[in-house]
C-alpha cells in the first residue's frame, strides 16, 4: 500500500484555470505538508496542518488554498492559475516533531 | 533565520569512488539534521538522520555525523554505486518543530 499518495501524477493546464490537487496518507500521522519544488530542484514549504488545523502557511499567494477534510487528507487548489506556478508539488506527513517525513511521489504541474 | 548550505552539483563519480557532499546550516539552537535522496521521478526518501551534536546518522552505507563547532552535516559514502546516482538533500528541523528547511539539492551522477 502507498503510505502517501498525490492524484494527479501530471497535470497541464491553461493560465487562469482552477485546479486541485489531492493527497491521501495512510500512516496515521497527524501532521501533514505541502511543498513546492522548481525546476533548479528547490524545495520550499508552503502549508503545514497538523489535525485538520492550519500551522504553516509560508508566504503564498492566496490564489492556493489547502484544505484538511480529515487529517488523513490535504489537498491543495490553485485558482487562476499563472505560468510561474509550473513546478512539481510535494505532499507529505509526520507524526514526530522530530522525525523523518514520508513524501509523496509528486504531483508535475504544468501552465501553458 | 535557518538556512541550509549545500555544495554545488554536479557530482561525477565513478563507481567504487568515494564521495563527500558538504552541508553546512544556519540555525537558532541545534536543530535535528536530515539527509533525504531524490531518484529520478519520484518524491524523497529519508536517508538518515541527527538529533543531538557528535551523533552520526548511517544508513545504506552512507554516513554523517552532526558536527555543531562547524555547524556542518557533511554526507560520505566510501564506495558509490550507478543505483546511487539521484538528488541529496540536507535538510534541518526549524526550531519550532513545524517544517523542514532544505538546502538546494547535489545532484549525483555516478558512472560504470
Known amino acids: 500500500d502507498t503510505a502517501v499518495s498525490q492524484t494527479p501524477k501530471y497535470l497541464v493546464t491553461q493560465m487562469g484555470n482552477d485546479k486541485s490537487i489531492k493527497c491521501e496518507q495512510n500512516?496515521?500521522?497527524?501532521?501533514m505538508y505541502w511543498y513546492k519544488q522548481d525546476s533548479k530542484k528547490f524545495l520550499k514549504i508552503m502549508f503545514s496542518?497538523?489535525?485538520?488545523?492550519?500551522?504553516i502557511n509560508e508566504t503564498v499567494p492566496n490564489r492556493f488554498s489547502p484544505k484538511s477534510p480529515d487529517k488523513a487528507h490535504l489537498n491543495l487548489h490553485i485558482n487562476s492559475l499563472e505560468l510561474g506556478d509550473s513546478a512539481v508539488y510535494f505532499c507529505?506527513?509526520?507524526?514526530?516533531?522530530?522525525?523523518?517525513?514520508?513524501f509523496g511521489s509528486g504531483t508535475r504541474l504544468t501552465v501553458v | 533565520g535557518n538556512s541550509v548550505t549545500q555544495m554545488e552539483g554536479p557530482v561525477t563519480l565513478s563507481e567504487e569512488a568515494f564521495l563527500t557532499i558538504n552541508c553546512t546550516y544556519t540555525?537558532?539552537?541545534?536543530?535535528?539534521l536530515f539527509w533525504y535522496v531524490q531518484y529520478p521521478g519520484e518524491g524523497l526518501q529519508l536517508l538518515l538522520k541527527?538529533?543531538?551534536?557528535?551523533d552520526k546518522g548511517s544508513n545504506k552505507g552512507f554516513e554523517a555525523t552532526y558536527r555543531k563547532e562547524t555547524t556542518s552535516f557533511h554526507l560520505e559514502k566510501g564506495s558509490v554505486q550507478v543505483s546511487d546516482s539521484a538528488v541529496y538533500f540536507c535538510?534541518?528541523?526549524?526550531?519550532?518543530?513545524?517544517?523542514?528547511?532544505f538546502g538546494k539539492g547535489t545532484t549525483l551522477s555516478v558512472s560504470s
Open positions: 540555525a537558532t539552537g541545534y536543530p535535528s
Open positions: 535538510a534541518l528541523m526549524n526550531q519550532a518543530g513545524t517544517a523542514l528547511i
Open positions: 541527527a538529533t543531538k551534536a557528535d
Open positions: 507529505a506527513s509526520s507524526q514526530e516533531r522530530l522525525g523523518g517525513y514520508t
Open positions: 500512516l496515521g500521522h497527524d501532521t
Open positions: 496542518y497538523n489535525n485538520k488545523e492550519l500551522i
